[in-house]
């Protein structure tokens, strides 16, 4: 609670002071006189979208709306995620893609409708962060947008971008922070270097973007949200942002330049052997495409970091076999909107083929359900079936976080603060060893994990073991899950304490625990490329006050060639679940 009030606290304030700046400072209001350069926009793009936008179907955060005629700009949206894609314009590299005189004479008849409503001066349109993608959008995808057009158009547009501009030094003045201030100094940045007389403004930007860069971008090159989708966001953006400075003789800050070093190693730590990306702390289904796009422009073409004690991740790997861990503690409050309650857990990969997984966030579908950042939809233990953080809008704090909400999402008020983490290499084998406090105000126990990958990468060995430090009497269960990647087959054998695993590839693994009850139930995997599926988990339980420590492993025992096998390891299409699957 003291968090949540005391974040409340700072952003009045910022926005108190920040307001009298921009009444000091000037805000650039003309109307730029040409544009010089277009960025380049490194993102996947479909080319048959165009077809569905000009027949009237607008699909965007799982929601599609039939515009029948009229523009899209006068329906009512049905999610406030559909709505911030749609003023986003980020769809307009679909419509590019077409390569068609068609799909352009759309694209600036759907902006000049966008522009005729006004609704860039008002309302969800003109938030800060909705700005500066479409001021991204609009230099990126200008080519599309001026090839045949006539000059009132290009007034029109220039006249859209001056205004973009204005509305985000006027944030910049007036308290925007995190993730929203970094997101609009490099849409400003952008806007210094491809609009004709900016000058000045690409310099006194390029020093925010720098300070922005050095504050959110840790030393091993992890985001301070710890979410690797905004690690690839940033990415995304940055990437294109060093060329345009070099395409325009700028030297860009120094800062970016360090930034982009750092990141891509911690990108290939995420990544597994099947291109996916780990799912924490926000992270929900990969764009694969995107992703080798990105590691193309890696200079060093280096492996992924091992160890990034900042970001609060580990990567074990031997043998074709990765372990990703999750051994941190939540991010600042202002940058845990989208972070989950995930310490300890981890993800398993036998080459292509992910075993062990996290349940992932929904993609696109606007704020994320508590339900998907709950320790209980993580492969770690919970106890007492509580998360080991607590979020703003969970429990006895759901008025408060729905009135919050507005102002910082759901943040995290409190979690595992002492995350003690070692590994060290014992004969070729990986070890980790790591524990949180995240249960011990409630429940007196610490939680310890400790994970042997043995060199070949055959077996994956495991111990939880649960320190009681004054235990409160009655809430000591214990849960153990591993949640099981969809195209996982789980099946029981008949020791009952072992369970088989056959992966799409014909690899078969087993499960094995030691002297606790063992169960295959249902789950949920939110990051599958068609939304929601349908999977299974392996759940142990146990009384911490009875059963201090249990130990398990994941053994590779061969492949199964038989066409019955692959068959059985390829789970038919369930339809989507609810998140009380979970």
């Known amino acids: ?89 980020g769809w307009l590299r679909h419509l590019r893609a077409a390569d068609s005189a068609l799909a352009r004479a759309n694209a600036r008849a759907l902006v000049d409708d966008f522009l005729a409503s006004g609704h860039d001066r008002r309302g969800l349109a003109a938030e800060p962060t909705i700005v500066a993608r479409r001021l991204i959008a609009f230099l990126t995808q200008s080519p599309l947008l001026l090839e045949g057009a006539d000059h009132a158009f290009y007034r029109r547009l220039m006249k859209a971008l001056g205004r973009s501009v204005s509305q985000l030094q006027r944030a910049l003045a007036g308290g925007a922070r995190g993730e929203e201030r970094l997101t609009a100094a490099i849409a400003l940045a952008y806007a210094g270097l491809c609009l004709d007389g900016y000058a000045r403004l690409q310099r006194g930007v390029s020093r925010t973007l720098a300070d922005e860069l050095s504050r959110q971008i840790l030393p091993d090159g992890g985001h301070v949200s710890r979410n690797p989708r905004v690690l690839i966001d940033l990415l995304a953006d940055l990437l294109p942002l060093r060329q345009t400075y070099a395409a325009r003789s700028v030297e860009p800050p120094a800062p970016l330049l360090r930034a982009i070093d750092r990141m891509m190693p911690m990108l290939r730590l995420f990544r597994h052997g099947d291109g996916s990306i780990a799912l924490f702390n926000g992270m929900g289904g990969t764009a694969p495409d995107l992703i080798a796009t990105l590691l193309v422009y890696d200079d060093a073409r280096a492996q992924g970091m091992e160890h990034a004690p900042h970001s609060g991740y580990e990567r074990l790997q031997a ?34 083929c992910r075993i062990v997984v996290n349940c992932g966030a929904p993609r696109g579908t606007g704020p994320v359900p508590i339900a998907t950042r709950s320790t209980a939809a993580h492969s770690t233990a919970t106890v007492h079936d509580a998360s080991s953080c607590h979020f ?20 995290i008020l409190s979690g595992p603060q002492d995350v003690p ?23 007196g126990i610490v939680h310890e994990r400790r994970l042997r990958l043995a060199a070949g990468g055959e077996q994956l060995a495991g111990e939880d073991t649960f320190i009681l430090i004054d235990p409160t009497p009655g809430m000591t269960d214990v849960t153990i899950r591993f949640h099981l990647h969809p195209s996982v087959r789980a099946s029981r054998l008949q020791s009952g304490q072992a ?20 169960a295959i139930e249902e789950s949920v995997f939110f990051a599958a490329p068609d939304g929601t599926r349908r999977t299974e988990q392996i759940v142990l339980s146990l009384d911490a006050a009875e059963t201090h420590a249990v130990r398990w492993s994941f053994q590779r025992i061969g492949r199964h060639n038989s066409t019955d096998a692959r068959r059985s390891a390829a789970r038919p299409d369930e339809e989507p679940l609810p998140l009380r699957g979970i």
């Open 1 to 89: 609670m003291g968090l949540a009030l005391g974040e409340i606290a700072r952003r009045a304030r910022n926005l108190a002071t920040g307001s009298l700046r921009a009444l000091l400072q000037p805000v650039r209001r003309q109307a730029p006189s040409r544009l010089i350069i277009a960025p380049q926009d490194l993102r996947t793009t479909d080319p048959t979208v165009a077809g569905d936008i000009y027949a009237g179907y607008f699909a965007f955060a799982g929601r599609v709306v039939q515009a029948q005629g009229r523009s899209p700009f006068e329906a009512a949206p049905p999610s406030r995620a559909w709505a911030e894609q749609l003023y986003s314009f």
């Open 319 to 352: 043998g074709g076999t990765v372990v990703i861990a999750d051994t941190g503690g939540p991010p600042p409050a202002a940058f845990s909107g989208e972070a989950h309650a995930g310490c300890l857990s981890f993800e398993l990969t036998a080459g292509f």
């Open 392 to 411: 703003a809008g969970a429990g006895d704090d759901l008025s408060l976080g729905a009135r919050l909400g507005r102002w910082i999402g759901a943040p």
């Open 421 to 443: 983490v070692s590994r060290k290499d014992e004969d070729g084998d990986v070890i980790l060893v790591a524990a949180h406090d995240g249960y011990v105000q409630r429940f």
């Open 499 to 518: 369970v088989m695993l056959l992966l799409p590839d014909g690899e078969a693994w087993t499960f094995e625990a030691e002297h606790v009850p063992l």
